[in-house]
């Protein structure tokens, strides 16, 4: 029979559904169940694309056993961290600062008041590796809560109060100067593997946010190393097995194997690496017009759209690591992995040799059972590129015969906005009018499903149908950041209306009026045990430089001074944070280099918006490598942007005006001039 779970809208939240295991999801009414039988909380936090989640279900939570021991001496309580980052972030700081670690599945232990006690990640089903069991961790607390309930009560107590002390300060460190950017480019520098070209660590994340600001120094600063630093971490992203080499996008992290050979993926791919990513390569192209780096970017784009856009226009989370290996097993990069005999049968013997070659697969195996992933190893000699690319095509359509991965079909609207972003400026780029169509699309739902009628965001939907759960900072920013783009865009200024309503909101309902500090919920969100509050990225922008970012777009397109303060207020964390951990700092970083830059603000006017000299010059500002400049296009009498007021053709022909720091540049209506002005 299934458990409370049952009419979730998270498709994590649905995998654990039918588990015997009496699952509440959260909410006042769980709480509440804890205190009237007087047991703890256990609150499991994962996400649907999570592997050690689903290695966990299926060892502990679909045991029957165990299932009846936690149903008795707990109440249950399942989130989707991707549902409620606010949930995940409070307790994930706890098990951080008490076990020096933290990751997904997260379990924490809790009073019926909230407060936690105890933490940890996956537990096995039996000790090893000097991890108790599941089942012993399940006892050990039970125990204590019986029989030691002052201690667990003072413990949890403390937890609670040491949480709550935590307090952001950026000192005096003001906003970021030319003195910042080059203090976090010289830290960088240190934490770059020079031979590999990645940072240094035997984990390694795409650095998406760090890399856009390298890209924004060597616009703004002239800086050599920053580009080429820039152009090693994507060149080895993508050549790595990190880059799905047959059908394009990204997976989520590789790992160093210990005994050497290629790095390993973890191949869950995430919507927003890969929004990020191909944002990150269309931008590399601007700055060097590298054919590698357009075909990424647009191999990218086309797999957000094939694999991730749904019925409903917008664009689903993930897609898992697992999948059937033809056995009827669920095994971790079955989808993605290929044997010699594999090649042979999928491309005969002599394109075989070719593709084990060029992509790295061996007769021992580079993962697992003789199993390689896909990678683009360095070495001697050329490939006929057209011979390779008909290789993939066909390894793509005997790909497609293996079962699928799974998706989450949630969609997000912070990383529909990364998306959105992404893909408008990938299409004006490329001369792909089809993408942009599609963040077009995208951008349609996020107002139609997801915004209220004062604007207030929900964060997630499914189906068509909205979630419950209210948007944090990151929906706010990141949506405002993808319509900022679409705006510069289409020359359409409703999307510049619409990311105000949304910026409005940031203002008032995220922000600490006295200090300019910005809180990832906002101020009539649910209370939790903290307000959670962090300026630093993660696998995404924080919400909190993500909305610097945004406030500063809008504010150079209405020159608002309230919207422009707002940003610089914010960034004054990027002072204090960037030269020290920049690393995690890095789109505060980026944004920081579009402050010190103006930002410039272009408009560009025209007889008509499809008059080829017009979108000639259009196009022009659009790559236009200035950090953060915004773009309004449109006719000399249009009221869509406010930067087009009393903006004339010149001499009747189109025209571009480039300002910054209240100071304007002559017009001019030569596409090279307009170049060089932009840092093109």
Avoid at 282 to 293: E, M, P, Y
Wanted: aromatic share 8%.
């Amino acid at each position: 029979m299934p458990n409370r779970l049952a009419q979730a809208t998270s498709p994590y939240l649905l995998q654990h559904a039918d588990n015997p295991v009496d699952w509440w999801p959260w909410g006042a009414d769980a709480f509440e169940e804890a205190r009237r039988r007087d047991v703890p909380v256990f609150l499991s936090v994962g996400y649907s694309a999570c592997h050690w989640c689903h290695v966990m279900a299926h060892e502990s939570f679909e045991d029957d056993d165990t299932a009846a021991y936690m149903n008795e001496h707990f109440v249950s309580v399942k989130v989707d961290r991707e549902e409620r980052p606010d949930i995940d972030a409070v307790y994930m700081e706890a098990v951080q600062a008490a076990t020096g670690q933290g990751g997904w599945p997260m379990s924490v232990f809790m009073t019926p008041d909230g407060e936690p006690f105890y933490f940890g990640t996956y537990f096995p089903p039996e000790a090893r590796h000097g991890m108790p069991s599941f089942r012993q961790v399940l006892e050990g607390v039970h125990n204590a809560w019986t029989n030691r309930r002052d201690e667990v009560g003072e413990v949890a107590r403390k937890i609670t109060r040491d949480l709550a002390r935590r307090e952001l300060s950026t000192g005096d460190a003001g906003t970021p100067t030319g003195e910042t950017q080059a203090l976090a480019l010289l830290q960088l520098t240190r934490d770059i593997d020079p031979a590999s070209g990645w940072f240094k660590g035997d984990t390694k994340f795409p650095p998406s946010m760090v890399i856009e600001f390298l890209l924004r120094h060597h616009a703004r600063a002239g800086s050599v190393a920053a580009l080429e630093m820039a152009e090693g971490l994507c060149g080895a992203m993508a050549r790595s097995s990190l880059y799905d080499q047959v059908g394009g996008g990204f997976h989520r992290y590789v790992l160093t194997p210990r005994h050497g050979g290629p790095l390993v993926p973890h191949f869950e791919k995430m919507l927003y690496d890969n929004a990020l990513l191909c944002r990150v390569y269309a931008h590399l192209w601007r700055a060097t017009g590298s054919d590698f780096a357009r075909r990424v970017a647009l191999a990218t784009a086309d797999f957000m759209v094939g694999e991730l856009r749904t019925v409903e226009g917008g664009f689903a989370s993930a897609l898992d690591a697992d999948s059937d290996d033809g056995t009827g097993r669920h095994v971790e990069g079955a989808y993605y992995v290929w044997t010699p005999a594999q090649l042979r049968e999928a491309l005969g013997a002599e394109d075989a040799e070719l593709a084990a070659r060029c992509f790295g697969v061996t007769e021992e195996g580079t993962f697992e059972q003789g199993a390689s992933v896909l990678q683009l190893p360095v070495q001697e000699g050329v490939f006929d590129a057209d011979r390779v690319e008909s290789v993939r095509r066909r390894l793509l359509a005997r790909r497609a015969e293996r079962p699928a991965p799974g998706r989450d079909d949630k969609v997000v609207a912070a990383w529909n906005g990364l998306a959105i972003a992404a893909l408008a400026e990938t299409g004006a780029y490329f001369d792909r009018p089809d993408l942009v169509e599609v963040a077009v699309g995208a951008a349609d739902l996020l107002v139609r499903l997801h915004m209220d009628e004062h604007a207030a965001l929900r964060r997630t939907s499914k189906d068509g149908r909205a979630g419950a759960n209210a948007g944090v900072l990151e929906d706010y920013a990141d949506v405002a950041e993808g319509f900022l783009a679409l705006a510069s865009v289409t020359g359409e200024g409703v999307w510049l209306e619409f990311a105000g309503l949304l910026l409005g909101h940031v203002l008032t309902r995220f922000a600490d009026p006295e200090t300019g500090a910005l809180y990832d919920t906002a101020a009539d969100a649910e209370q939790l045990i903290r307000r959670p509050q962090d300026p630093t990225d993660n696998a995404t922008p924080s919400g909190w430089s993500a909305a610097a970012g945004a406030l500063l777009g809008y504010a150079a397109h209405t020159g608002s001074e309230a919207h422009r303060t707002a940003a610089e207020r914010a960034l004054s964390m990027v002072g204090a944070l960037g030269p020290r951990v920049p690393r995690f700092t890095g789109w505060g970083l980026a944004v920081a280099e579009a402050l010190l830059d103006g930002p410039r603000e272009v408009a560009v006017v025209g007889p008509s918006l499809d008059d080829a000299a017009s979108t000639a010059l259009h196009r022009t500002a659009l790559v236009g490598t200035a950090p953060g400049a915004v773009v309004a296009y449109g006719t000399p009498d249009s009221e869509e942007f406010p930067l087009l007021a009393d903006r004339p053709l010149v001499h009747g022909e189109p025209a571009a005006y480039v300002c910054r720091d209240f100071t304007c540049d002559a017009p001019t209506t030569d596409p090279d001039r307009l170049r060089t002005a932009l840092g093109g």
